[in-house]
């Protein structure tokens, strides 16, 4: 991605979302003191420690759940033979009044990349992440996009896959009510590694624009 690109610019209305359903950055930068964990960051497990370093606010209030290129599953995927486990974060919530829900993916994010290959023989989706990936992300962009190049490609699949993901979390009962109530707000970021940018989704612009 180009060193100087402050936003990313998406297609109009491919994702529906919940009015008021996003946060601001002011949210998270107002209870900067606070101490209570009030915040999940749901990240790439590729990403290592960079959710931790977030800039502002005690470091105590982030709580960082790692999957593979941020998947979540959605309701339907946690029925049936229980391979997909939703779990964890309902338990996180059970323990934490979590005002903040943070999907964090990356660019050149390699699991992306690798499922972009094709499937090798024998290959067991185990977990069902490619599939979720490529009925997601991979059809949203490949059905409405023209990417001028491999790389742009990429991107524009990593932009969307947390978004997709976002959407999985909404079809979760008690976590659709939370948004929708106000008790917690989402945010969609992906980061920028190489340059330490953090890219955050508007919903009103159908953008990510540079925090």
């Known amino acids: 991605m180009s060193l100087v690109k402050?936003?990313?610019?998406?297609?109009?209305?491919?994702?529906?979302?919940?009015?008021?359903?996003?946060?601001?950055?002011?949210?998270?930068?107002n209870p900067a003191v606070s101490r209570a964990r009030d915040t999940l960051v749901i990240a790439c497990s590729e990403l290592g420690a960079a959710p931790d370093c977030i800039s502002f606010g005690n470091h105590n209030r982030f709580l960082v759940l790692q999957h593979l290129a941020a998947s979540i599953p959605s309701k339907s995927e946690c029925e049936g033979d229980g391979r997909h486990s939703f779990r964890k974060i309902e338990k996180e919530f059970e323990k934490h009044d979590f005002r903040q829900l943070i999907v964090c993916g990356h660019l050149s994010c390699g699991v992306i990349s690798h499922w972009l290959q094709p499937v090798p023989a024998g290959f067991v989706d185990v977990g069902g992440y490619r599939i979720r990936f490529e009925q997601g992300a991979r059809r949203i962009v490949e059905n409405n996009y023209s990417p001028g190049s491999a790389t742009k490609r990429l991107e524009l699949m990593i932009f969307e896959h947390v978004l997709c993901q976002i959407e999985n979390l909404l079809t979760h009962p008690f976590l659709r009510e939370r948004v929708r109530s106000g008790a917690t707000s989402l945010h969609g970021w992906v980061i920028d590694a190489d340059t330490a940018r953090v890219y955050s989704y508007r919903p009103t612009e159908s953008a990510y624009v540079i925090i």
Do not use: C
């Open 6 to 29: 402050t936003r990313v610019l998406l297609k109009a209305n491919l994702h529906h979302f919940p009015e008021n359903a996003f946060g601001s950055i002011a949210s998270l930068v």
